[in-house]
Nanobody
Framework: QGHLVESGGGSVQPGGSLRLACVDT??????????MAWFRQTPGNKREGVAA????????WYGGSMKGRTTISRDNVKKTLILQIETLGPGDTAMYYC??????????????????????WGQGTQVTVSS
């Protein structure tokens, strides 16, 4: 098991909201040296970048079909990444992953949230939206 641990997933009705969390449990690096991001994935599909945040939290990027319904934030003291999701629909059913990168070159250069930028991944938390 890696050092990023997600929580907060579950079953929710359409129109509901969820707050996902990701805790960095590694004690041998400095959490606020790293860019953090949330991705999601459905079976048979690539991971889609949902949101990313700079090491200080001062810069945020949003992508994909969830743009406008998500808010990413981080608490560098608690080494925790948060994703608040509003107005969930059945199409949001997916496994949600947090990811970590020290350089995030493509993110910084082009503002795109891509899987290949990120080196460390959590095991994911499942979100299921149904009535």
């Amino acid at each position: 098991q890696g050092h990023l641990v997600e929580s907060g997933g579950g079953s929710v009705q359409p129109g509901g909201s969820l707050r996902l969390a990701c805790v960095d449990t590694k004690n041998t690096h400095t959490y606020d040296d790293y860019y953090m991001a949330w991705f999601r994935q459905t079976p048979g599909n690539k991971r889609e970048g949902v949101a990313a945040i700079s090491p200080s939290g001062g810069l945020k990027w949003y992508g994909g079909s969830m743009k406008g319904r998500t808010t990413i934030s981080r608490d560098n003291v608690k080494k925790t990444l948060i994703l608040q999701i509003e107005t969930l629909g059945p199409g949001d059913t997916a496994m949600y992953y947090c990811a970590q990168s020290q350089s995030a070159d493509r993110l910084r250069a082009a503002g795109v949230i891509e899987e290949r930028d990120f080196d460390f991944w959590g095991q994911g938390t499942q979100v299921t939206v149904s009535s």
